[in-house]
Nanobody, 123 residues
Framework: QVQLVESGGGLVQAGGSLRLSCAASGRTFGSYAMGWFRQAPGKERKFVAAITWSGLNTYYTDSVKGRFTISRDNAKNTVSLEMNSLQPEDTAVYYC????????????????WGKGTLVTVSS
């Protein structure tokens, strides 16, 4: 079993920044991509960003390119999402996910999900 726990959500004003983190624990053997999806109120969960096992490949949805940066630390089994220039439309519950394998093709769903962390951006 693998568990994912997110942290770092909160309330921020438009133009501000937040950093989300996700820690994986349990049977984290083998290679896996990690990523972030988000779900706004009344909407479906959507892909935000992902990073492959090697860290060499990163992917972003168009609306966050240039504002968000995903990174990972395999020694610590963690993935982070640095979010800058936040806008009210970024308000959502952000879910960390893990997908087994060395590669990743967005916006494929993850195999394992965290419980999510709420990000609220006020105007």
């Amino acid at each position: 079993q693998v568990q994912l726990v997110e942290s770092g959500g909160g309330l921020v004003q438009a133009g501000g920044s937040l950093r989300l983190s996700c820690a994986a624990s349990g049977r984290t053997f083998g290679s896996y991509a990690m990523g972030w999806f988000r779900q706004a109120p009344g909407k479906e969960r959507k892909f935000v960003a992902a990073i492959t096992w090697s860290g060499l490949n990163t992917y972003y949805t168009d609306s966050v390119k240039g504002r968000f940066t995903i990174s990972r630390d395999n020694a610590k089994n963690t993935v982070s999402l640095e979010m800058n220039s936040l806008q009210p439309e970024d308000t959502a519950v952000y879910y960390c996910g893990l997908r087994w394998g060395s590669n990743y093709v967005p916006p494929r769903a993850m195999d394992i999900w965290g419980k999510g962390t709420l990000v609220t951006v006020s105007s």
